[in-house]
T-cell receptor, first 113, second 112 residues
């Protein structure tokens, strides 16, 4: 079991470009969560998805950010027209259900220049 | 709003000593708690969890204590080793939602 796979590990984007972050959950896990972490801070919840459904997006900015978890393929976190304030580590986690803890990936470190 | 917080941002201990990391939570509806360890440049790693119907749970060299009366959670690490140096986060899950809320973290430094 390869665990939660995130790619790319590092992503550099110029202001105004789009960033696409990918997450493949652990085998058998149908729940995916995205978190953002600024340096020296905790993880902030962004969005919770199940296959083809967004369950809770209360932590996601209303503009420029979107997430999907299609029937086939990885979950995608997309950030349009990136700004310097979007620079952070973005972590994906998965779980087999609501009564279980999360397994985290190694994260994608986004740098906006 | 509801939040999870930690008392000490940095904890320095000598190798071989026991470490205690504390966490306060404020959501009385939380029924599941997890401790994570995060090393530099890596994702959070599960250490131990506890449900609200328990007050103590032990793992290998780690113990989690839950005091629901004062909404306090602690992580005890026995015989702390250099490899334990990391940032430790407590996280809580509200039984009505399915998202983990993280505290700001405590940095554990182990010196020889």
């Amino acid at each position: 079991n390869a665990g939660v796979m995130q790619n790319p590990r590092h992503l550099v984007r110029r202001r105004g470009q789009e960033a696409r972050l990918r997450c493949s959950p652990m085998k058998g896990h149908s729940h995916v969560y995205w978190y953002r972490q600024l340096p020296e801070e905790g993880l902030k919840f962004m969005v919770y998805l199940q296959k083809e459904n967004i369950i809770d997006e209360s932590g996601m900015p209303k503009e420029r950010f979107s997430a999907e978890f299609p029937k086939e393929g990885p979950s995608i976190l997309r950030i349009q027209q990136v700004v310097r304030g979007d620079s952070a580590a973005y972590f994906c986690a998965s779980s087999p259900g609501q009564q279980y803890g999360y397994t985290f990936g190694s994260g994608t470190r986004l740098t906006v220049v | 709003g509801e939040s999870v917080g930690l008392h000490l941002p940095t904890l320095s201990v000598q190798e071989g000593d026991n470490s205690i990391i504390n966490c306060a939570y404020s959501n009385s509806a939380s029924d599941y708690f997890i401790w994570y360890k995060q090393e530099s440049g890596k994702g959070p790693q599960f250490i131990i969890d506890i449900r609200s119907n328990m007050d103590k749970r032990q793992g290998q060299r780690v113990t989690v204590l839950l005091n629901k009366t004062v909404k306090h959670l602690s992580l005890q690490i026995a015989a702390t080793q250099p490899g334990d140096s990391a940032v430790y986060f407590c996280a809580e899950k509200d039984g009505n939602t399915d998202k983990l809320i993280f505290g700001t973290g405590t940095r554990l430094q182990v010196f020889p």
